[in-house]
């Protein structure tokens, strides 16, 4: 199979929203964001940056990142937000290619490292990145604040 690889501009918000919503479906977790809200994040505040796989000229997958910070580097790192590939898609090198993609413009761009999370029950996933030479964190805990708790921090002055 051939893929090839796009950076995402405004007309691909409608690919980047179902390919997000598959996400969604394969990882049992909600998608609250829309079309537009994407549309404004990414392409207007440039919030993110978004890679897109194709099969021919369909979508097969994608990879969302953005900019980080390292202070004990001293430079900048890249955070992968997503990474996704349809299914019947898997297999066939894509992933691979999005993430070469990935360490491609880290390495262009000066960054230090390119992290990323994945859920504990996706074992296909964390024996691919394992492969790649990828290390698990084991040390380190995430932590997150939405909603109301985070509303509630934000206007305790």
């Known amino acids: 199979m051939e ?3 796009a950076d995402a501009t405004e007309r691909d ?6 390919l997000i919503q598959e996400l969604g479906e394969y990882e049992k977790l ?3 964001a829309t079309e537009d809200l994407l549309r404004e994040s ?3 505040k440039r919030a993110a940056e978004v890679v897109i796989g194709y099969a021919g000229d369909e979508p097969a997958g994608y990879a969302l990142f953005f900019q980080t910070f390292s202070t004990f580097l001293g430079v900048p790192g890249m955070y992968l937000e997503d990474i996704f590939v349809l ?13 070469a993609r990935l360490a491609q413009i880290a390495v262009e761009r000066g960054y230090g490292r390119v992290e990323w999370t994945v859920l504990d029950w996706n074992t296909p996933s964390i024996e691919f990145y394992k492969a790649l030479g990828a290390k ?3 040390e380190w805990t995430l932590f997150r604040l939405t909603a109301e708790p985070l509303r ?6």
């Open 3 to 5: 893929f090839r690889l």
């Open 13 to 18: 918000v409608s690919v980047i929203f179902r």
């Open 30 to 32: 909600p998608v609250v």
């Open 42 to 44: 990414l392409f207007r």
């Open 87 to 99: 299914p019947r898609f898997r297999r066939y090198g894509l992933g691979r290619m999005l993430l």
């Open 136 to 138: 698990p964190m084991d």
């Open 152 to 157: 509630r921090l934000g206007t305790s002055g």
